[in-house]
């Protein structure tokens, strides 16, 4: 493994293959009373997060404390950023204090591969702007391969905001290098400019047709509408969004039981996902959560533990 996580472009299908494998080992410690590791004891976590997050912060921080770091969170709001510090001297002002790696999420993209420039340490992108957010890549990997076997030749679709979403960006490569056929839906308006010449490149397929493909999905991953990054209207109302692309409860019926529906979370329930989809026996949303704490101690442990680690 390289020595940060920046992109699904920093790790190849046998490091991802052996992720999972230490994930499923992590799995198992969840499940136990005493769920302590001592694989990081006496190394230092910092968790920067400049923009908001529930899942991806806790996630981390108990996933450092169940293998015995460190941990400490820092947010935008109440640190020195709010008295006009910049990027570069908060981030090395952390690292000066000697700190083993930075999980980091910011508003602008490209961000961590900018501080993984700045500082020794390693660092774990947990969301640039509308970049990249690779642990959630790697985590809904894990979850779909859980409930679906080998991913190899499997239609997943992700549905929703593309424009503005990292999680689709770090989801089609992710599920590509594991050999996924994805199609990625949206309307035009939150379907990103460029996406064209990219799909080529990276090997997924586009459609403004939710119904049509639904037929053959495997798996459906809904994406939020982050109306916190829009500026201008993507689309005339709410309720003309999810007629087209939501998962309504007729689509649910149509979908059948079986097909396995994912959200990364958080959901804006009865706009990209009805209830009764959400809280579906097929859902994954929940099993995405716990699988996701597996999964980042599973990259912690790999980026810091033992030998190889601050190699690059
Ligand atoms: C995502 C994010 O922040 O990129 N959430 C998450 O990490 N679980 C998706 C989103 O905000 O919609």
């Not at 690292?95 to 910011?106: N, T």
């Not at 549905?159 to 689709?168: I, W």
């Not at 308006?189 to 586009?206: E, I, N, R």
């Amino acid at each position: 493994m390289k020595k940060h996580l920046l992109s699904i472009d920093d790790v190849t299908t046998d490091d991802i293959a052996t992720l999972f494998e230490t994930a499923a080992e992590m799995h198992d410690v969840q499940r136990r009373q005493v769920k302590k590791l001592p694989a990081l004891r006496g190394r230092t976590i910092i968790n920067l997060f400049f923009e908001d997050s529930t899942r991806t912060r806790s996630s981390f921080e108990i996933a450092g404390k169940w293998l015995s770091a460190d941990t400490i969170n820092i947010t935008g709001k109440g640190s020195s950023a709010s008295k006009g510090e910049s990027l570069r001297d908060t981030v090395r002002t952390i690292a000066a204090m000697g700190v083993d790696a930075v999980v980091m999420r910011h508003a602008a993209s490209g961000s961590a591969l900018q501080v993984s420039q700045w500082i020794d340490a390693a660092v774990i992108n947990a969301g640039d702007g509308t970049h990249e957010h690779p642990s959630q890549a790697l985590l809904d990997a894990y979850t779909l391969q859980r409930s679906l076997g080998s991913l190899e030749g499997r239609h997943v679709v992700l549905v929703g905001d593309l424009t503005h979403s990292r999680v689709f960006r770090s989801n089609v490569l992710c599920l590509t290098k594991l050999g996924a056929q994805v199609t990625v839906v949206a309307p035009p308006t939150l379907m990103p400019s460029g996406v064209d010449a990219w799909s080529k490149q990276v090997g997924f397929a586009t459609s403004y047709d939710l119904d049509a493909v639904l037929l053959s999905a495997d798996a459906v991953m809904m994406l939020r509408v982050q109306r916190e990054r829009m500026s201008g209207g993507y689309f005339p109302s709410a309720r003309e969004y999810t007629v087209g692309y939501g998962l309504t409860r007729d689509r649910l019926a149509t979908l059948g039981g079986e097909v396995p529906i994912c959200h990364p979370g958080p959901m804006n329930r009865g706009l990209e996902i009805a209830a009764d989809a959400a809280d579906a026996a097929q859902s994954l949303v929940l099993d995405q959560v716990s699988a996701g704490l597996a999964v980042r101690m599973s990259i912690l442990n790999h980026l810091l533990a033992g030998e190889g680690s601050n190699n690059d």
